[in-house]
Every structure is written in structure tokens, then in C-alpha cells.
């Protein structure tokens, strides 16, 4: 029976476990998305993780979501990423960088630039500014000719990754963002290729994933996606259909993983599971569910057992820097701070210690 603690090869990489970090914001960058030397000593008091993939990265200008956020564009990102990633390998550690592109879940207070997304339909929900909550903007809709360089925006990102010492990207596919913008029926309202037909809505992130597999190589490129959430107010009709098609279209392509978040119920992560014949994170509580609670290493089994490869942790890793051996030893879990996830300092990031301490 595989249990958490057993190895993986992972393209060109051995996992010593099965246990993945999850992506996290946690609005530790600064102003202009540089990670700083306490990014580093996050990132490296976890490195004992069979993989850490880090939190979400704007490939450009328009696709960042959130104040203090790291961003993968720039030289001089390149550069500040590299101690982190330095610092985790000398900790014997793997990590792959997260790309993440807001979409519509953007405000020109943040970026500088008003947001783009398939189609001009603005959330409902206020965001989070320098200047406070605000209402989120009408986007703007994305050209044809434009859509090429979104895709093209993430290739150069990845590349920029792997510059920064990164051993793999992850491209977020979920939680309401660009990718899953253009496979949702509400907000994708397109009658170009980039929308109506199912096999119109998975056209952006099939070409995203085929530019960036050809950029860094595919068995270094995993995709994160969430079936069916309804963050941000993304609808998605015909569920089932759209995920098998998109997996079905990305199978040949030899991807590192595929990750999905358990937003959908048990049977269709099921499905998907056999469409999917690659290596498959699954990441059984979604932080964006204030219901959801942490997982545990019984829920990390179950999963395992029902044909997981690798288990994803958000919560537990934000106050268990150790979790690896925490769930090892079966011992008991430190809560984190909820207050303290986005409050910027070394409280409730830096502050948490191992069970030896």
C-alpha cells in the first residue's frame, strides 16, 4: 500500500515523499514583487516536502491580483527569487514556481493597469487594494490577436523560472483566475475560438500548457485546476465534459502533474483520476473554503488510496514547518493564525517552529 512517506520520480527529479506544499499567498513581496530574505527562510524551513510549489506569480504587469505579491517578469525578480530557490536546495529541497494571472480579479490600484479577461464582465465582490476594499472593475476583453500574448506571457515567465533556480512551474489553472476565466460559461462569453464550445473554452489553457511545455520542457510543467468552484464567481457548465476534454487534449503532452483542489464531488476527481494517465497531486481542503478543514494524514491516505500519486497541504504547512515529520511521527498539528495570513511580517511566518523547539 503507498502511504505519504513512500519516494516518486517526478520528471527529471526523485521525491523523497508523497507530500506536496501547497500553493499559498501569503503578501510577503514587496511594493514592485521582489521575495525578500524572509521568503527565503520560509521557503527553506519546508524544503523536507517531496515538492513545494510556491505562491502564485504574475508572468506581467496586468496579471497581478493582490498588494505584495512576487511577480516572474522582470530581471531583477529573477534575480530576488534566486537566494530562495538557493536556500531551499541547500536544504535538500525541491520547489517549482507557481504562475498565476488574475484575469478579471485585478483593479488598476494594484497593477497600474485595468485588469483583462475573456470577455467585459466585472465580479461583484470588492478587492483588496493599497487604498482598501474597492469594487472590482469591468475588465477589459482580451483580442484574438491579443490572446497570443497572454500565452505567450506565460512561456517567457517559465523561462524566467527556471533562470531563477526554480526546478519546475506550475501554472494556476483554478480558484477563478485567467485560465479557469476562459473554461467558465459566465465569464467566457466569446463567439471567437477562445469561447463557446467546450472545445472553445479549453483552447486558452491547451495552448498555455503547450507554450510553456515547449519553453522549459513538459516534465517540468504541472497545471493546477479546481472542477467546478465557484470561486470568484466562476459558473462552469457541463463540468464533467469540459475537464475530461481538457485532460483528454493535454495527455499526449507528458506533463509533470496534473493538481487538482477537491472542488468538485468525489466521483467526477474519480473520473478524472482515469483520464488522466500522468502523475496526479490532489489537494483535498481548499484554503478558498472557509469551511474546509486542514488535511491530515488520514485524509491524505484515503486520497492516496483512491489513486492519488502525491497529496497536496495548505493550512497544515502555514504553522508546521515540519510537517513532513510531524505526520511521520503522528504528531499533533500547530493551528495557524488565519489573521496572519496576508499581515505581512514575520508573524505567522516566520515565528512557527518544528516540534523539537
Known amino acids: 500500500m503507498t502511504t505519504l512517506f513512500d519516494r516518486l520520480p517526478l520528471g527529471s527529479l526523485t521525491l523523497p515523499n508523497r507530500i506536496v506544499m501547497a500553493p499559498m499567498t501569503r503578501a510577503r513581496a514587496t511594493a514592485d514583487g521582489l521575495p525578500t530574505a524572509a521568503v527565503a527562510h520560509y521557503y527553506a524551513q519546508r524544503a523536507s516536502a517531496g515538492l513545494i510549489v510556491s505562491e502564485g506569480n504574475w508572468p506581467n504587469p496586468q496579471g497581478q491580483s493582490n498588494p505584495n505579491t512576487p511577480g516572474l517578469y522582470r530581471d531583477d525578480q529573477v534575480a530576488a527569487w534566486r537566494p530562495v530557490t538557493a536556500a531551499v536546495h541547500a536544504n535538500g529541497g525541491r520547489i517549482f514556481a507557481q504562475l498565476q494571472h488574475a484575469g478579471r480579479v485585478g483593479h488598476p490600484n494594484i497593477s497600474g493597469h485595468t485588469p483583462v479577461a475573456p470577455s467585459p464582465v466585472a465580479l461583484s465582490a470588492q478587492l483588496y487594494t493599497s487604498a482598501g476594499m474597492v469594487p472590482a472593475p469591468v475588465p477589459r476583453e482580451l ?36 485560465i479557469q476565466q476562459f473554461l467558465s460559461s459566465n465569464v467566457n462569453l466569446r463567439t471567437d475560438r477562445y469561447g463557446g464550445s467546450v472545445a472553445g473554452r479549453i483552447r486558452f489553457a491547451v495552448e498555455v500548457v503547450q507554450a510553456v511545455a515547449a519553453a522549459i520542457g513538459a516534465d517540468r510543467l504541472g497545471l493546477r485546476l479546481s472542477p467546478g468552484a465557484h470561486i470568484w464567481e466562476i459558473e462552469e457548465e457541463h ?50 473554503d472557509p469551511g474546509a478543514t486542514a ?63
Open 239 to 288: 463540468v464533467s465534459e469540459l475537464y475530461t476534454a481538457l485532460l483528454s487534449e493535454l495527455a499526449p503532452l507528458g506533463l509533470a502533474y496534473v493538481h487538482l483542489t477537491a472542488t468538485a464531488n468525489d466521483d467526477l476527481l474519480l473520473t478524472l483520476r482515469r483520464v488522466w494517465p500522468g502523475t496526479l497531486i490532489v489537494n483535498p481542503s481548499n484554503l478558498m
Open 143 to 178: 483580442s484574438t490577436a491579443e490572446v497570443a500574448g497572454e500565452v505567450q506571457g506565460y512561456a517567457e515567465a517559465a523561462r524566467r523560472a527556471i533562470d531563477a533556480g526554480f526546478d519546475g512551474v506550475e501554472l494556476h489553472g483554478a480558484n477563478g483566475y485567467l
Open 295 to 357: 488535511t491530515d494524514r488520514a485524509t491524505g491516505d484515503h486520497w492516496l488510496a483512491q489513486g492519488a500519486d502525491l497529496i497536496a497541504f495548505g493550512r497544515a504547512y502555514l504553522a508546521n514547518p515540519d510537517l513532513v515529520e510531524r505526520l511521520r511521527a503522528n504528531l499533533p498539528l500547530t493551528p495557524a493564525d488565519s489573521e496572519t495570513y496576508y499581515a505581512g511580517g514575520d508573524q505567522g511566518y516566520l515565528n512557527y517552529t518544528s516540534h523539537q523547539h
